[in-house]
């Protein structure tokens, strides 16, 4: 009877440390931003649109970890974010963004920006403005970065500028491919020259 009366009171001690972890320790914004989305259909078509009060629907010091299927790990982060619903998915608009790609051999590839757009159904990101990245011994720096997370790739283009161990080059796209380690160097126009 005594053995039972003490597993009794160890489960309950845990249940009463779980509530009061999740009522004091849990962010209560998260929760806030799904509450304040309304949605109402438009009579002019079948799409339904979000109402959003702006004040509510920020988040701060939102950060994602995704596991990626090539055992790779995808980190983003950022100061101020926005939870949007496009055609019935979450897309995370992004100020201040940090992100770390890291390959299953434990290399990484760090990216900041002012801004991203994050999707969370597949997690493809979308960087822009003041975007610096670092990659081994590369730096390269733009306006504009697409992480497609399915394929492994980064493109990087406008105003592209790349540092490396041979100098520093300027050309309109960077293409990197993340499982082969391949950057590829081009042009929007064909004629031109890196």
């Known amino acids: 009877m005594k053995i039972f009366f003490q597993i009794f009171l160890t489960i309950l001690l845990f249940i009463m440390g779980f509530i009061f972890y999740e009522n004091y320790f849990v962010e ?14 438009n009579p002019d078509s079948t799409e339904i649109q979000v109402e959003k009060n702006d004040e509510t629907n920020l988040i701060k010091n939102l950060k994602y970890n995704v ?9 983003i982060k950022s100061r101020k974010s926005k939870i949007i619903l496009e055609n019935g998915i ?9 992100a770390i790609y890291t390959n299953k051999h434990n ?4 990216i900041s920006s002012e ?25 390269i720096t733009s306006d504009k970065l697409s992480f497609n997370t399915v394929e492994n790739v980064v493109l990087v283009y406008q105003n592209v500028i790349y540092q ?5 080059l300027q050309t ?8 082969t ?3 590829e160097l081009f042009m929007d126009d064909s004629k031109k020259n890196v």
């Open 164 to 168: 490396g161990l041979n100098g520093k």
């Open 115 to 139: 801004t991203a757009e994050f999707n969370t159904n597949n997690y493809n990101t979308f960087f822009e403005g003041n975007i610096n990245i670092k990659f081994e011994d590369n730096i």
């Open 172 to 179: 309109d796209n960077i293409k990197i491919n993340l499982m």
């Open 181 to 183: 380690k391949n950057i």
């Open 107 to 110: 290399k990484k590839l760090y």
């Open 28 to 41: 209560k914004e998260v929760n806030q931003v799904k509450q304040n989305i309304k949605k109402i259909e």
């Open 90 to 98: 979450e897309i995370v608009k992004m100020d201040k963004v940090t």
């Open 67 to 75: 596991e990626l299927i090539d055992n790779g790990n995808y980190e």
